[in-house]
Structures are given as structure tokens and as C-alpha cells.
């Protein structure tokens, strides 16, 4: 037969995918896929009740419904602290995993570099290589995961068009701090090159850290490409709703990848996710005690089980440390944790393009008495490895 595409031999599929598909089949609790198990916000299902029998139940404009895009702007003008024009800047996609790729494939030609910070999500160097383009990784060094200044303007030397970078970074945390961002902003500058922002977690950040937009940063708004998603912040990560922020003339690009691509996201949705975008600052303040309080259930009983971890700055993970269990494959390892322990995490080295087998990444965005009964799961690991 005539060979099919070499360029999906370069990577597998999703370790996290599939850590949830075991999950299922053995009825583990999920703590590898971050999802939650709780409703969202009563008045965001309330208005998807009216849409559903009033409309709209065809397409919405390519790029996102008007008043979807109006409350993104509006929304994200009072976080950002910039001006953003709903009908330049915005462009509504099918989660953030869209607006990566429309990202991605709105600047890079076959053959660019793009620098990736490690650990990074798995879906980063997917969606480089699916472009075409080629990674180039930078260390960020445990246990505060920071990069050397030195190796991040390297991979611009060898010729970088653009930084991928999640701020706070899934799957460790990390909360990127103001200064180590002007770092940042100094390099991409130095080279005319572009940064590409995961920031889904954004309003999933612990005291005392601070969520800076690198897009606020001075001159940064012309070099950024903005992403995010009202997955996390609004818990309906199944309703695929994301969207890119950036300079007319990247969005123009995002426009036509887009729409050719995906066509638009689905219209119902946006206008029940348009009362979510509406919500006043007391939803997000609300927002942070609710993961706050779940972090210090969920670490505190790892403290008591006695296993090690790195503790998030941010976003709603953590990665645990295996180590001591003496197990060669993490991958074996976590699948182990499904079938004996009945809890589900994902193997650590999807994350890391360094040679590491010693982590496994858990979530905490569940009900309080979900992480009871995984924790509780958990107490027993050392029966069983």
C-alpha cells in the first residue's frame, strides 16, 4: 500500500487519553484527565436550557458568534489590562486545543523552530510537528522548575520563530513570575520571535503567586498569540469553547485556519458560555478559594500517605514522585495504580522530553469526598509496589 503520513510515526497517542480509557475499564477514580466531577455554574446551564429550545441552532459567524466575542474582549480587557477588539483580536475556537494548532499553523512554515519549555503538555510537540516545524526543548529544573537564561536564548540562536509557553504550566504548576517573563520578553525581542501562550489556568493561581498575561507586558501584545479556553475556569471542558487573542494581522491568519479547519464552534454553546464571560470579579475570587481548598485535602493527605510531590503554584495538578517504588516504566507503573489501587494518574515521562521515569502527574479538580475516597485508595499503594 502507498505510505501513509511519516510524520505521525514522531509521536504516539495520548498518554492522557488513554490513562482515562483503563480508568474506565476498570472503574479507577480519574485523577489523570483533568476534568471535574461537579456541575458548572447553575446560571451557564440555565441559559444552555433556553438555547436549547430557543437557538441558535445553526451556524454562528466562522470566528465566533458577535456576542460571544464582545464578552471575551470585554472580559479579558479587564484581566489583560489591554484593548482588545472583539472584531481584530478575537477569534473563538474549538477549545484551546484549536487555537494552539490555528496558532501554530498561522506562523510557522515547514521547517521553523519552535522552543518548548519541559515538562510541557503532550499536545505542545504534537502540534509542532503536525505544522511541520521542528522542537526545540529547554529544561525547566526542579524542585522550582526555572530555566537558564543562557539555554532559552540558545534555541533562539539556532534560529526559534516562536516560544511556546503555559503560564501556569500544566502538568507542574509553576506559576511563571513577572521578572522571569520580562526575561522572556528580552529574548523574543532580541530576535523578533513570537510567544504562543497557554493560559487556560489563568484564574487558577494560590497566594502568594500572580497570573501575569505576557500579552500585558510592555511591547509584548504585537509579539504574542494569546490561547485559552472557558474549560477550566467555568468547568465544561466538554463544551470545547477556546479562543485566540492576538494582532489583527495574526488573527486574520487564525481566521482562515480556522474556518477551514473547523468551520466555528457550536453556536448554542456560545451563547450559554456568554453568561459565564459576564460573571463579576467575585466568581473568580470564589473561584481561587474553592482550588485552594482542594490542593491543601488533596496534598495533605499525600503528606500523610508519605509520598513525595512538587507543590503547584498553579492550576489544578500536581506530580508525585515514584522513585522510591523501584518500577523502571512509569508507564507501568500508573496502569498498575489503575488495576490494583483503583486510582488512575498519568506516567510522568509523557511530559518530559528528558530521559525521566520517576513521576506520575495526579489531578485535584474533583468533589472533596472524591479525593477522600482516592486518597484513601492511595494509603494502601505500598501493599501493592
Given at each position: 500500500?502507498?505510505?501513509?503520513?511519516?510524520?505521525?510515526?514522531?509521536?504516539?497517542?495520548?498518554?492522557?487519553?488513554?490513562?482515562?480509557?483503563?480508568?474506565?475499564k476498570y472503574?479507577?477514580?480519574?485523577?489523570?484527565?483533568?476534568?471535574?466531577?461537579?456541575?458548572?455554574?447553575?446560571?451557564?446551564?440555565?441559559?444552555l436550557?433556553?438555547?436549547?429550545?430557543?437557538?441558535?441552532?445553526?451556524?454562528?459567524?466562522?470566528?465566533?458568534?458577535?456576542e460571544f466575542?464582545?464578552?471575551?474582549?470585554?472580559?479579558?480587557?479587564?484581566?489583560?489590562?489591554?484593548?482588545?477588539?472583539?472584531?481584530?483580536?478575537?477569534?473563538?475556537t474549538?477549545?484551546?486545543?484549536?487555537a494552539?494548532?490555528?496558532?501554530?499553523?498561522?506562523?510557522?512554515?515547514?521547517?521553523d523552530?519552535?522552543a518548548?519549555?519541559?515538562p510541557?503538555?503532550e499536545?505542545?510537540?504534537?502540534?509542532t510537528?503536525l505544522?511541520?516545524?521542528?522542537?526545540?526543548?529547554?529544561?525547566?529544573?526542579?524542585p522550582?522548575?526555572?530555566?537558564?537564561?543562557?539555554?532559552?536564548?540558545?534555541?533562539?540562536?539556532?534560529?526559534?520563530?516562536?516560544?511556546i509557553?503555559?503560564?501556569?504550566?500544566?502538568?507542574?504548576?509553576?506559576?511563571?513570575?513577572?521578572?522571569?517573563?520580562?526575561?522572556?520578553a528580552?529574548?523574543?525581542t532580541?530576535?523578533?520571535?513570537?510567544?504562543?501562550?497557554?493560559?487556560?489556568?489563568e484564574h487558577?493561581?494560590?497566594?502568594?503567586?500572580?497570573?501575569?498575561?505576557?500579552?500585558?507586558?510592555?511591547?509584548?501584545?504585537?509579539?504574542t498569540?494569546?490561547?485559552?479556553?472557558l474549560?477550566k475556569?467555568?468547568?465544561?471542558t466538554g463544551?470545547r469553547?477556546?479562543?485566540?487573542?492576538?494582532?489583527?494581522?495574526?488573527?486574520?491568519?487564525?481566521?482562515?485556519?480556522?474556518?477551514?479547519?473547523?468551520?466555528?464552534?457550536?453556536?448554542?454553546?456560545?451563547?450559554?458560555?456568554?453568561?459565564?464571560?459576564?460573571?463579576?470579579?467575585d466568581?473568580?475570587?470564589?473561584?481561587?478559594?474553592?482550588?485552594?481548598?482542594?490542593?491543601?485535602?488533596?496534598?495533605?493527605?499525600?503528606?500523610s500517605?508519605?509520598?513525595k510531590?512538587?507543590?503547584?503554584?498553579?492550576?489544578?495538578?500536581?506530580?508525585v514522585?515514584?522513585?522510591?517504588?523501584?518500577?523502571?516504566?512509569?508507564?507501568?507503573?500508573?496502569?498498575?495504580?489503575?488495576?490494583?489501587?483503583?486510582?488512575?494518574?498519568?506516567?510522568?515521562?509523557?511530559?518530559?522530553?528528558?530521559?525521566?521515569?520517576?513521576?506520575?502527574?495526579?489531578?485535584?479538580a474533583?468533589?472533596?469526598?472524591?479525593?477522600?475516597?482516592?486518597?484513601?485508595?492511595?494509603?494502601?499503594?505500598?501493599?501493592?509496589?
Amino acid at each position: 500500500m502507498t505510505q501513509l503520513s511519516r510524520r505521525l510515526d514522531w509521536f504516539e497517542e495520548s498518554k492522557i487519553r488513554k490513562m482515562t480509557r483503563i480508568a474506565n475499564k476498570y472503574g479507577a477514580i480519574n485523577l489523570s484527565q483533568g476534568f471535574p466531577d461537579f456541575d458548572p455554574p447553575k446560571e451557564i446551564i440555565e441559559e444552555l436550557q433556553r438555547a436549547a429550545v430557543e437557538g441558535p441552532h445553526q451556524y454562528a459567524v466562522t470566528w465566533g458568534s458577535q456576542e460571544f466575542r464582545e464578552a471575551v474582549a470585554r472580559k479579558q480587557e479587564r484581566f489583560m489590562g489591554i484593548k482588545i477588539n472583539p472584531d481584530e483580536n478575537v477569534v473563538v475556537t474549538c477549545g484551546s486545543t484549536e487555537a494552539m494548532m490555528a496558532a501554530m499553523m498561522s506562523i510557522c512554515e515547514v521547517g521553523d523552530k519552535v522552543a518548548i519549555f519541559s515538562p510541557f503538555y503532550e499536545n505542545y510537540a504534537a502540534d509542532t510537528v503536525l505544522c511541520g516545524a521542528v522542537p526545540i526543548y529547554i529544561p525547566l529544573k526542579p524542585p522550582t522548575f526555572d530555566f537558564d537564561r543562557k539555554q532559552l536564548e540558545e534555541a533562539f540562536k539556532q534560529g526559534a520563530k516562536a516560544l511556546i509557553l503555559c503560564n501556569p504550566s500544566n502538568p507542574i504548576g509553576k506559576v511563571f513570575t513577572r521578572e522571569e517573563l520580562l526575561d522572556i520578553a528580552q529574548i523574543v525581542t532580541k530576535y523578533d520571535a513570537y510567544v504562543i501562550t497557554d493560559e487556560v489556568y489563568e484564574h487558577i493561581v494560590y497566594e502568594p503567586h500572580k497570573h501575569t498575561y505576557f500579552a500585558s507586558l510592555p511591547g509584548m501584545f504585537e509579539r504574542t498569540i494569546s490561547c485559552s479556553s472557558l474549560s477550566k475556569t467555568y468547568s465544561i471542558t466538554g463544551w470545547r469553547l477556546g479562543y485566540v487573542i492576538a494582532p489583527k494581522a495574526v488573527i486574520d491568519q487564525c481566521k482562515k485556519v480556522h474556518d477551514f479547519l473547523t468551520v466555528g464552534a457550536a453556536a448554542p454553546l456560545q451563547r450559554a458560555a456568554t453568561v459565564g464571560l459576564n460573571f463579576g470579579d467575585d466568581y473568580y475570587k470564589e473561584l481561587t478559594k474553592i482550588y485552594t481548598k482542594k490542593r491543601e485535602l488533596f496534598l495533605s493527605g499525600l503528606d500523610s500517605i508519605g509520598l513525595k510531590y512538587f507543590r503547584p503554584d498553579g492550576a489544578y495538578y500536581v506530580m508525585v514522585n515514584i522513585e522510591e517504588f523501584g518500577i523502571a516504566s512509569d508507564e507501568a507503573f500508573a496502569e498498575k495504580l489503575i488495576k490494583e489501587i483503583g486510582v488512575a494518574a498519568v506516567p510522568g515521562s509523557s511530559f518530559f522530553k528528558e530521559d525521566v521515569n520517576n513521576y506520575i502527574r495526579f489531578h485535584f479538580a474533583k468533589k472533596p469526598e472524591t479525593l477522600e475516597a482516592a486518597l484513601e485508595r492511595l494509603s494502601e499503594i505500598r501493599k501493592h509496589f
